[in-house]
Structures are given as structure tokens and as C-alpha cells.
């Protein structure tokens, strides 16, 4: 089976899914149940039309809860008071106390206007015709919105094409290929993997899987998958999943932990924006830990003079190339 059609795309894309399941738990303070969110919500509706299966769906709502709280989005689960343990009728939302600015939190007006100017983009008019569906079908139900909903574009800007199609696959527990190109390597390799999640770890998006070809967990950066997904006709168990997202994470902060930059960063900068929010300090700047060397230099050299690297050498080196390199390209050096 080969990559996920435009029009299925389009009308089940499962990152407007994820935005619309936000939209609908945000509505809603005395929460959703699973039935109503299933029959309700645009992306879950359009699989049951297609005979998709309520064990099916509900496994798909299992996934995109977990993805979602991977994300930091807090789902909250509501049952009943007397057996919390029953969540046969259990309720979800997503509090919005936990989107509430504090009191003392005040905004100058030039922020106020930048502020407003990016709020642009989430009017409720950016909200797609399912998502705006699924709402009066929830209101109908005899849910209250309680409060204005301030849409979220479901246009969400994923640079790597291989999400979509690898999302497709762990939903459907099927095998793929895909070219994969790695640093200093000449020409990209097929891999053929069982995809058991899709994490963002430091701003990437990772899939993390099954190598067939070594028979091993591995973790495969997006950006590196340099040509088309292919879905295969072979399937693998869906147990597989369970705590996949975990066990990358977890292995991909271990690989950070194990290896550390000692850097020096303008104050004021973007790069002091930008890499303080990972950073401790040290005696000379500070540290980062970092997963992946040529990343990590990619995105050091974007900075360009707002950063400086003590070490690693190779950290060092890696970021020097890159910067002359580029010095070269635009005649600053010959």
C-alpha cells in the first residue's frame, strides 16, 4: 500500500484530528464522554461513516490522548465519584485553568500588539468547517461552551511530509519503508520499520520503531527521511505500541544526558531565548545537552555570532564548517 491518498489526507489528516479533539476538550467544562467524542468530533466521524470499528476507534482515541499529553496538553479524566476506577462513563477536558495567565502577569503595549497580530492566525474564522461542525454537534448534545472558542488553525506546519503517512501507519499497525540519509553517508538507505510512535523531542519530530534490517528499537529523525513513506501490506501486533512514546522519549533524553555543550551566548539574543530554556548554568557559559551532533550544529550555526562553542571540539568543529561554509557561499571568503 503506498502513501496515504490527498483526499484521505484532507478529510482524516490525524494532526487536524489531534486539533480538533483539543478544540472540543477545551469547549467543554463538564467534559466529553468517548461515545460523544467519537460520533462528534471530525476525524473520529468520518472512520466510524467509513466502517471503521468502535474497538478501532476507541484505540485511535487511546493513542491521540497519549500523543497529545506527550505534547504537554493536560487531558483530564472525570469519573464516577463513587468508583473512580469505572471509566466506562468517564468524561474528558482539558481544564482551561491551565491556560490562565497569573494576576500579576501584565504586557506593555508593544507585546499587547504582537501578541494581538499572532492571535490573528487562531481566529475562530481559521477553524475548519468539520471542527465548527463538531462543535454545534457537541453543543446539540447538550454541552455548554462556556466560554468564546478561540480557533486553532488546524494548518499545522509540519516541514517533514513523512508525519502524515507515518501517523497513517501506527494507526494501522503497518510496516513501512522509507529512504533514510544519515550524516557523511553518501546516498540515503531504505529502512523497513514497524513505526510504534511519533514524539517531538527539542523542537523535531522523531519516529520511533521496530529496524527490521537489525532486528532493533531505533529512533529516526523526519527531517532525514528524503523521499516517500511506503505502507506495506505487512502488519505487526498493535501491542507493540504501549508505552512506544515513553521509551523514546526516555531513550532520547538519556543520549541528551550523555552528552553535553559548554557554550557562550550574547545576552539578550534569540540564541539566549532560544537555549537558555535547555540550559544550566556552568563556569564558563552554559550547558546544553544535546541528541544529535549535527543538529545541534545546524541549529548552534543559524545563531551565527550570538553563540560561541567551548566544547566538545567536535561540537566546535562541526559549527566552524558550517559557518565557513556558508561565509563562502556568499563570497566573504574565497
Known sequence: MNTVTATTTAKSAPEERLVNLVVALMATEQGLTKDTILASVAGYREQGDAGASKDALEKMFERDKENLRGLGIPIETIGDNADPDDLREARYRVPTAEYSLPIDITFTPAELALLNLAGGVWSESSMSVDARSGLRKIRALGNDVDEPIIGYSPR??????????????????????????????????????????????????????????????????????????????????????????????????????????????????????????????????????????????????SYGPEVRVVSPETLRTEVIRRLEAAASLHGVIS
Not at 160 to 177: D, G, H, N, W
Not at 186 to 211: F, M, N, T
Not at 245 to 264: K, P
Request: proline fraction near 7%.
Open 156 to 301: 499545522i506546519s509540519l516541514r517533514e511530509p513523512a508525519f502524515s503517512p507515518l501517523q497513517r501507519a501506527i494507526e494501522l499497525s503497518r510496516v513501512v519503508t522509507f529512504p533514510y540519509l544519515k550524516p557523511g553517508e553518501q546516498a540515503p538507505r531504505v529502512r523497513r520499520v514497524q513505526p510504534l510512535a511519533l514524539v517531538e523531542y527539542e523542537a523535531r519530530w522523531h519516529v520511533y520503531g521496530v529496524d527490521l534490517g537489525v532486528q532493533a528499537e531505533r529512533t529516526f529523525l523526519l527531517s532525514r527521511v528524503v523521499g516517500a513513506v511506503q505502507h506495506t501490506r505487512e502488519s505487526f501486533d498493535p501491542a507493540l505500541r504501549e508505552g512506544a512514546g515513553e521509551r523514546a522519549l526516555a531513550g532520547l533524553e538519556q543520549v541528551a544526558a550523555g552528552q553535553l555543550a559548554t557554550l557562550e551566548v550574547n545576552p539578550g539574543t534569540e540564541a539566549a531565548l532560544r537555549l537558555n530554556r535547555r540550559a544550566t548554568p556552568a563556569g564558563q557559559g552554559i550547558t546544553v545537552p544535546y541528541v544529535d551532533l549535527h543538529v545541534f550544529a545546524d541549529e548552534l550555526a
